[in-house]
């Protein structure tokens, strides 16, 4: 510590992560921004992009964390000047917020852009493989997704197997259903409403009281990730 305090260069990046660090562990907006990155980056590896798309995934999930931490410092800001509940204080946090929906919309279009090529370059050989797998291939991936929703809510020790707990049933499946419509479609379109469907039925879980909305995020982190889990196990001898 006492080399951080007698260099400033090295205190300027103390501070920097030290907000860093802050906006993490207080902003789940924040920490669901984190995940995505990582998940982002990933794939940028799993579909073997070339440079100048992986240069412009990077450059757009640093703009999306950058305004997030802007974001936190405004309500920081805002709330240090005034504990009211004044309409222009409001403005200035919703204000900031809508930047940042603003920037996550535009990786969003990057991310589509840039996915879309990589997918397309070697998505045929899967798309065939997926099309010789079994009638009921999804019937029991869904199973499955359900199972694991059930140990992980017996694991965590609280709410019943149908309603509440730490993770969401409802938007296990309905994210599972979503990501194998995606994956099995190809189309943007289907895959949209797909999603779009899955998030209504996340919000109706967090509107009705049953679930929080760190909740459903698990339950549809879960049943995404198990889902194209069992997906890529079954694809993958076929195409190799």
């Known amino acids: 510590m006492k ?6 260069v090295l205190r300027a990046f103390h501070y920097a992560f030290e907000g860093v660090i802050y906006a993490t ?25 070339q440079r100048p798309y992986v240069i412009g995934i990077v450059i757009v999930t640093a703009v999306v964390l950058a305004f997030e931490l802007l974001n936190t410092a ?3 800001g805002v709330d240090l000047m005034t504990d009211l509940h004044h ?25 589509y852009l840039t996915f879309y090529e990589g997918i397309l370059a070697g998505g045929d050989r899967v798309y065939r493989a997926v099309l010789a797998l079994p009638a009921n291939a999804v019937f029991i991936a869904l199973v499955i997704v359900g199972i694991v929703t059930i140990v992980v809510k017996a694991r965590i020790g609280h709410g019943s197997a149908l309603q509440g707990g730490a993770v969401s049933g409802h938007a296990a499946l309905a994210f599972a259903s979503a990501t194998f419509i995606a994956l099995l479609s190809r189309s943007a379109l289907l895959a949209s409403l797909a999603l779009f469907l899955a998030i209504l039925v996340t919000q109706s879980r967090v509107e009705s009281g049953i ?17 194209y889990g069992i997906w890529t196990m079954m694809a993958l001898p076929h195409v190799l």
């Open 3 to 8: 080399l951080i305090a007698d260099s400033p």
């Open 25 to 49: 562990r207080t902003q789940l907006n924040m920490r669901i921004h984190w995940i995505a990155a990582a998940l982002v980056l990933a794939a940028t590896l799993y579909l073997r992009l």
């Open 74 to 76: 405004i309500e920081a």
């Open 87 to 111: 309409p222009r204080a409001k403005v200035a946090k919703d204000a900031a917020a809508g930047a940042v929906l603003v920037v996550a919309f535009a990786a969003v279009i990057v991310g």
């Open 211 to 227: 679930h929080s909305a760190r909740e459903v995020f698990w339950g549809g982190l879960l049943g995404a990730g198990v889902s």
